[in-house]
Each structure stands twice: as C-alpha cells, then as structure tokens.
C-alpha cells in the first residue's frame, strides 16, 4: 500500500468516514467525527501505520489532512 | 513456570514509578505475584535491579529503568524506547511522590517546585506519554497515588497536601476525557502507612497520628497495593474518576 494511502486508511478507520471527504482541506473539528476524542485515536492510527512516534507539538500541529501530510514528512514518510 | 491462568493481570504489562520501596514495592510486588510483567521505575536502578530478582515472572521478564519524574527529558526517552521494543503497557501506576512539611511562611519556591515537580507535573507528563500505549490497546489504566492529606488537609502540609488534591483533579478530569477510550483513571489516598516517609518521624507525631485512626494500627504498603490492583484489573472494568481512601478509618 502507498504511504498516502496508509494515510488515508488511518483516518478512515480512527474517524469513521468515507474515502470521499478525506482530502487535503479535511479540518479538525470541521466535522463532528474528528473530535478530541477521535484526534487521540487517529494519532495511535498514524504511529501504528508508519511505526513512528509523533512528537507532542505535531500532536497539536495535526489539524488537517494536509497538515498530516506535512508531520509524517517531518518523520521521513513521503505522502 | 506456574500457572497464571487464574490470576488478575495476566498477560498485563505494567509500569510503576517510584518503585523501589515502599507502597510502590508492594504494588510492584503484588502486580507480578499477579501474572503483570512489571516495568520498575525510580532514581535507583541498582536498587531495581535487587527488587527484580526477588519477583516471581509469570510472562516476560520484567524490566527497570532509571527515572526522575521531575525530568520530561526522561519521561519521553523512556516511552521512545518502549515503543521502539514494541512494548505498549496497560496499566500505569504513578507512585512517585515526596512530603516535606513546612508551615507556609516558611516555604521556599524551592520547594513549592520540588514538591510540585515530584508530585503533580511527573504523574501528568507520564499519563500524557503512557496515553499512546493504552489508546493503542483501547484501553487500560491509569492509578495516580494521592493522599489523605489531599483529601483532608493537614497543618504543615499546605504545599504537599494541595500537590496531592491536584492529583485528584487531575483523575477527575482525565477520567472524563478517556472513559470513551475505556481508559479509566483513579486514584488511591492513603492514611498513614508504614514506609520510609513515616518510619523518620518525631515519636510524638507518630503516636499522633496513630491515635487518629479507627483501626488502631498503622497501614501497610500491602494494604495500598491491594487496592492498586483491584483498580489494575478487570474487577474495577466500571469505576474511573474515583478516589479511594485506604486509610483505616482515619481522622485528620
């Protein structure tokens, strides 16, 4: 599978959503199925999909599918 | 090998801070007697080192490292290597924990940042980076050790006592925000109990405090443990944000 699908494929499982709405624009708490709740499992979901550990900052950094792109570069993944 | 098939934490990985003596050795203790591969954490791994060859394994062995919960250098390195071993525990025990008595007056920053450092910023940094371990098993806990001196309050104890209603606050908020993770936190506070805290005090303030207890005895790291591990293992599958009090009836 292919690094921006891995990608895709975390937030469709932690978030709950169809493939359809996950593009870069997707925002936290632009929809109600990426909550504070949700954030946490979609992190786990990331981590566990590439084998990385994101760092606190890009915890809180994470705010949208595009931005997500940015942090797993950061940490060597090419999306 | 003996069977572990009817124990509490089988199959449960469990790290504990301050683990080395104390409440945090009975928990430690109890937790392997129970089946958990125990994760000793404190300022002594020699000390560790001895504790681990005293406990029984029932899964993988059981492992020590080096920690100051005052240093989040130190939090995020252990974690880092943890997670890098594949090791995602299931239960955290923040036991680490220092009292030192002074009238308000005569407190120091120092000290309000010792005891702070120590008491409230290390169990918080280390729920936050034992939080991908728990959310990645869709569950677990989390036992924060506060006091009844927390609860309570004691003369002397301003600083120490509201280090540890923090730690309360802190159970209740965080239970709220990962009980729909099924991550539960609770806490324990302890009366007076037989350590090395209470075995250094003045005899007068000693029998003091023995006097105020229902059960006209002093508590024992055992007693606390057992509680820790009812709040460890599926027993307490329903209960987060709760205090509890081990403390033999005592009034302070």
């Known amino acids: 599978m292919e690094n921006i699908e891995k990608l895709k494929n975390a937030f469709k499982e932690s978030l709950g959503v169809d493939d359809s709405i996950i593009v870069d624009t997707l925002a936290y708490q632009s929809i109600p199925e990426w909550d504070s709740i949700s954030h946490m499992v979609l992190i786990s979901q990331i981590e566990e999909a590439f084998d990385i550990t994101i760092e606190t900052e890009d915890v809180i950094d994470l705010s949208s599918f595009a931005k997500a792109r940015e942090i797993v570069s950061k940490y060597g993944i090419q999306c | 090998m003996e069977s572990n098939a009817n124990m509490l934490l089988k199959n449960q990985t469990c790290l504990i801070t301050g683990a080395s003596r104390g409440i945090g050795l009975a928990i430690s203790t109890l937790f392997a007697q129970n089946g958990a591969r125990v994760i000793l954490t404190g300022r002594d791994n020699t000390r560790l080192n001895d504790v681990i060859t005293t406990l029984p394994v029932f899964s993988l062995p059981h492992l020590s490292f080096t920690l100051d919960v005052t240093r989040e250098a130190e939090i995020v390195q252990l974690f880092k290597h943890l997670h890098s ?84 606050g802190f159970t209740k908020s965080l239970s709220k925000e990962l009980a729909p993770l099924n991550i539960r936190v609770n806490a324990i506070a302890p009366g007076f109990i037989d350590t090395d805290m209470t075995k250094g005090m003045n005899p007068r303030f000693y029998e003091k405090n023995l006097n105020a207890i229902g059960m006209k005895r002093i508590g024992t790291p055992l007693d606390v443990a057992r509680v820790a591990l009812f709040l460890a293992s599926d027993l307490s599958e329903y209960v987060t944000g709760q205090t509890i009090g081990v403390d033999g009836g005592m009034i302070i």
């Not at chain 2, 920053?109 to 120590?118: A, M, S």
Request: proline share 2%; net charge positive.
């Open chain 2, 85 to 168: 071993e594949n090791i995602y525990i299931n239960c955290l025990v923040n036991n680490a924990g220092i009292m030192e008595d002074s009238t308000l007056q005569m407190v120091k920053p120092e000290l309000i940042h010792r005891i702070y450092g120590t008491n409230v910023f290390g169990p918080i940094m280390a729920s936050q980076y034992a939080l991908k371990s728990l959310i990645k098993h869709r569950g677990g806990s989390i036992i924060n050790l506060s006091s009844i001196i927390g609860t309570n309050g004691n003369s002397g104890q301003s600083i120490y006592g509201s280090s540890k209603s923090a730690i309360i």
